[in-house]
Every structure is written in C-alpha cells, then in structure tokens.
C-alpha cells in the first residue's frame, strides 16, 4: 500500500523528492518510512526531507535506563510504535548520501553535538516556514489528518504550515506537487481553517497509520518554576487573550492561574508573604470574564484552563459584533463564540481525549487555523484580530537574558541549536504592534550544571534571538522587570531586581564600567533578598498549593524518584571522589521497592551489587 504511494508520488513529481512534513504530532510515520526506505534502496532517488519537531520515543544510552525507560516506554506509546528512520540514522550518523532533512525547529537539546542536524538547521520565523517551503523546491507534502465528517477532512493537529503551504503553492507557477493524507481514526476532528475539501488533497491514504498519537509525558515542577509561574500569572487581564508555549514554566503559570481564580485569597495571601511591588497593570481577582487563547501552540494548559472556567471569553467574525461586545453589550450570538483559535496542537494523551469528547456545541469554539493567522496581524483582517486579541499576553521561555533585554532562545554562543526560534519572534513583534498588548519572557534566574550555579541573566550574550528593541517584560521567580520604553540603565536596574543576588554585584560593576549605570546607583534592598532559600522560605508555607505535578503524572510514584535519581547518577559518575563516597554510603536495604523497579533488589552480579549501592546514594539525598 505505501510503495504504490510512493510509485505515485514518483510518477508525478520525477526522482527528486522534496518531502514537506508537519511539525510534530501530524508525521504519518510509516509512510514517511516508505520514502525513506525507498530512497535508502535507489540511490538514483533525491530525497530531501524539510520539517520540525521529529518526535522520538526515548532511547535509553544505559542498561539501567533501559530497565526504567522500558516500562514506561511500552506504556506510553505501546510496543510497536514506528519509530521515524529518518531519525535515528541522523543521530547514528548511517544516513545515505542521497537523503537529507532540514529542520526549522528541533525537539529540545536533541541536535546538540549532532552535525548533520546543526548543519541542516533553517532559523526562520514560524510565519516564513512556508515561503521557505517554496523556495526550497517542496513538491510533496503529507500529513495525517481526520474525517471525514460530513463530506470534509479536517487537517487537525496541523494546519499551521500546511494551509499557507499550499497556498501559495497553487498561486504560484510552482510545477509537479502532490499532497498526500493519511486519515489517523484517532485524531480529533478540529473545526476553523483546518476544515478542507477532499481536493485538497491529491492522495488519501484511508488504512490505520498503526501510529499511537504521540503524547508528551509530565515534566515536574520544581519550586524555582512555580514562582516563576506565579508572577507571570499577576499579568494576565481579565478578558484578556493568552498566548503560551509548553513546558514546566508554562505548566507553573496555568496552575497559579487556576489558583488566582479559584481560590483568590490564597492567592493574595503569597502574594502578601512575597511583599512584591504591585505592576501597574496588575490585576489580582478571579477571572471573572474570562480569557480568549490565541497561540500557535494549543495543549494541555488551555484544557486545564476551560475546565477551570477561566478560557471562556468569546471572540466573533465579525468586527461589528465584536466590538459591541468588547463594549461590554450583549449579542444574540453569545454562547456560539470562538474561545481558542490554535497553529498546532501537542500534549498528553488525556488532551487528545478531551478534544475528542467535546459536544456537537463546544467542538465549534475551539478552531485550528495556519500560522498566517495566528502568530501575525497581516492579511486584511488586521482591526478585527486586534479586537479579539484585546489585552494580549503573549507568554514564551526563554533560556537568558541579557543586561539591557535581549532574549537568547534557541542558541548557543558557538551557533549550537537548541531548538528555534519557532513563533516567540512573531508574537514578540505583535505585542508591540498592539496598544494593549504585552510580551513577556519567562526564565529561570540560575541554572545548574556540573560546574556549579550560573546566572541567567547575563551582561552579554554572542547569540540572540529576540533582539533588544523588542524588549517588553521579563520574568523570573523574582518578580517582573518591565523594560519596554525604558533606557538602557533602567534596564540594567530592573533586571538586577529580579536576579539572583549572588550575581548581582558583578553584573552592576560590569554596567558602571561601560558607563550605563551610574556609580551612586545602589542595589535595593528588597532586591538583596533574591535567593533560593527566600524561595523556600515564602513557598514553603503554601507547599500544598504548588505541586510537583499539579495537573497528574504518567509516572508511578517510584518512577518520579528514579527518574531524578539516575540523572543525579550521572552527575556522581563525572567524579571518582564522589562515585567512591556513593559507593560506601548506599543502603540498598532502604530503597527495596525502587531497587525492585530496576530489578536491583536481588542483584546477580557484582556490577549489580555496586550499581544497587549506587542508586540507593542518590535516593537518600
């Protein structure tokens, strides 16, 4: 069935292959397997695959990962899951010389010290991704999709690119293309933009792809992330618009929203003990009207929000009636509204669950549509889209920032990719397209590593990615600086305020050196205050109210404490001193069940032995 798709596609398009795929969950994998394959054999084939976000099931590097990961592994994707071979010969290095993938944005951390994957990166905004398509010679493009209801299939996950793609494909002399889907039975039929006609297509692959959708496992949240969290959530507007991406981070701003609204004077009360200076745009009631979604990415966080009867604010087609109803009248069409409008979407299998459950009523107000719409105000709808949009927050991650606001993403200072820069550059830009808009720019003050605590905000910086023109607000678990319309020194002031204090000196030294601070400019007290055991002092008396998983686990309670565990292993491994001390300090007879789980409790080897010592070490810290 997929080699006559691909003797299909051949036929039309000739031997060189220029593949288009969806970024993340949309990849019909065994048919992208097919042309890859087929490549792999014919040498005479020119494949070039472009995408983004290949996912990929974990690959445990170590026999004791492999007993953790293997479990979890099998329970989270099953037994089968068809890996993509594009993938993991990247990441050996066996790809053949005939095939090539570029990618615009990457799972994170996974292209680190791979060449072939550095090399092949396109940094382009998430809103060029199609023109770059175009421009790259694309003349195949395949995605799974779901339907047809009523005649009509839905492009679900991913009208992001797809919808721009093809565009602009058929306005243009563009020459052989061909769209293939592939109707996945488990896909929610989304409603918007991403409802399309059969002839969209030129192939529909009815057969069960056999793919699991692919669902992202809780990450934890630590404490730094939940204040993090929490003072991002003192931006948000009643009736306001959110735009957010996924992570921890994201994960702690839900969950403070959720506190805010439902249970306000806990809320208020951290906000006491914090002793913060209120924002002059704060607002710190329950979400009384409501918010709108607007983000390229929808996920888990905006369920979490609907169910919690915050995502509720109904945005119209119409400017006439949305403006009334910004106004504050009523309208007969109240209740129909749109309240998330998404790019993509990617999460946890419950998310796929409750997009597949929503009634004939709800299924309307949550509409997918192409990144040309979301992430920008171009297209001649520019005032209605400001109406719905009103008060925007536009809230994404980020790894540093530097002295006077520019944001460092998705690099390193040796040009290494992270991930990309995807659509934060797009939504920067709108917030200061909007008189009510905001971006804000969350990130950890420090990070760790094996050569101790680094600060995150930093004099300078050899990469950027949001450059310092476009600097708005920024967040850590020490407050807010608002920087827009600022000078450079009151920059400088503002982000020492929300630094980590063991940094702070070193980065005003460095400021009065080049003469953008002045030398009688002091460090406020309050600011002074700025360290972890602060933290921990204030979240502590409201440890109940920030979970490590506020919204559940996919993991068992002992694989919570494995998980951190193995990874504090490998740290212990980088010392021998260290290594020696674990050693003579575990006490496998502490941890039975754990050691259990890794089929540690009754060790057959010596290596067992040791390593049983070992993991016991880690879990008594």
Not at 94 to 117: C, H, I, K
Not at 558 to 581: M, N, T
Request: hydrophobic fraction near 40%; charged fraction near 25%.
């Amino acid at each position: 069935m997929y080699e006559t798709v691909v003797d299909k596609a051949i036929e039309r398009v000739g031997k060189r292959l220029v593949v288009g795929l969806p970024l993340g969950l949309g990849k019909p994998n065994r048919l992208v397997n097919a042309f890859y394959q087929r490549a792999c054999s014919d040498p005479s084939i020119q494949l070039d695959i472009v995408t983004a976000l290949s996912l990929d099931v974990p690959q445990p590097k170590h026999w004791l990962e492999e007993r953790l990961m293997g479990p979890i592994v099998k329970r989270l994707f099953g037994r089968d899951y068809p890996r993509l071979d594009y993938l993991a010969d990247l990441q050996s290095g066996s790809m053949p010389d005939n095939v090539t993938v570029t990618e615009f944005y990457f799972q994170s951390g996974v292209a680190l010290g791979q060449p072939a994957m550095q090399r092949r990166y396109v940094s382009s905004n998430y809103t060029h991704v199609a023109r770059d398509l175009v421009d790259r010679g694309i003349n195949v493009c395949m995605q799974l999709v779901s339907g047809p209801v009523d005649g009509r299939y839905s492009l679900s996950c991913n009208p992001d690119v797809t919808l721009d793609l093809v565009r602009l494909v058929r306005e243009q002399d563009h020459g052989p293309f061909m769209t293939i889907a592939q109707v996945h039975p488990d896909l929610p039929f989304m409603h918007g933009d991403a409802v399309v006609d059969p002839d969209f297509f030129d192939e529909v692959v009815e057969s069960d792809p056999g793919q699991r959708l692919f669902a992202l496992p809780r990450a934890p949240v630590a404490l730094q992330d939940h204040a993090v969290g929490f003072h991002a959530s003192r931006l948000m507007a009643d009736g306001g618009t959110l735009q957010i991406g996924i992570g921890s981070l994201s994960d702690a701003l839900v969950h403070s929203m959720i506190l805010r609204h439902g249970d306000n004077a806990r809320y208020r009360s951290v906000l006491e003990e914090l002793g913060v200076e209120r924002w002059k745009h704060e607002e710190r009631g329950e979400f009384e009207h409501g918010i709108y979604g607007a983000s390229e990415m929808f996920m888990d966080a905006f369920m979490h929000l609907y169910r919690a009867g915050i995502l509720k604010r109904e945005v119209f087609d119409d400017i006439e009636i949305q403006e009334r109803v910004n106004q504050g009248e009523s309208v007969e069409q109240a209740g129909s509204g749109t309240i998330m409008d998404g790019g993509f979407f990617l999460g946890a299998g419950d998310f796929y669950d409750f997009l597949n459950g929503l009634d004939d009523e709800e299924r309307p107000r949550f509409r997918m549509h192409g990144v040309g719409r979301i992430n920008q105000l171009y297209g001649g709808s520019e005032a209605l889209e400001i109406a719905q949009r009103r008060h925007a927050r536009f809230i994404n991650t980020c790894m540093m920032v530097t002295a006077t606001g520019a944001a460092v993403s998705d690099g390193l200072a040796d040009h290494q990719v992270v991930s990309g820069v995807g659509g934060q550059y797009n939504f920067v830009a709108m917030a200061h397209a909007m008189a009510d808009g905001r971006s804000a720019l969350m990130l950890r003050a420090t990070r760790e590593s094996s050569e101790g605590t680094t600060s995150n905000i930093v004099w300078e910086y050899p990469h950027t990615t949001i450059p310092r023109h476009l600097r708005d607000l920024v967040v850590t678990e020490y407050g807010i600086a608002d920087l827009r319309g600022k000078t450079d020194e009151e920059c400088i002031q503002a982000l020492v305020g929300i630094m980590d204090a063991r940094f702070q000196d070193e980065l005003v030294e460095r400021a009065r050196k080049s003469g953008k601070l002045d030398q009688d400019w002091r460090i406020p007290d309050a600011a002074r205050r700025n360290t972890p055991d602060y933290l921990e002092k204030v979240f502590g008396s409201f440890s109940d109210d920030f979970p490590d998983y506020p919204f559940g686990s996919d993991f068992t309670e002992i694989e919570r404490q494995l998980i951190p565990a193995l990874k504090q292993l490998k740290s212990v491994a980088e010392s021998k001193p260290a290594l020696i001390r674990a050693l003579f300090r575990g006490r496998p007879g502490d941890h039975p069940e754990a050691l259990e789980r890794l089929g540690l409790d009754q060790p057959d080897s010596v290596k067992e032995k040791l390593y049983a010592r070992l993991v016991a070490a880690v879990l008594a810290r």
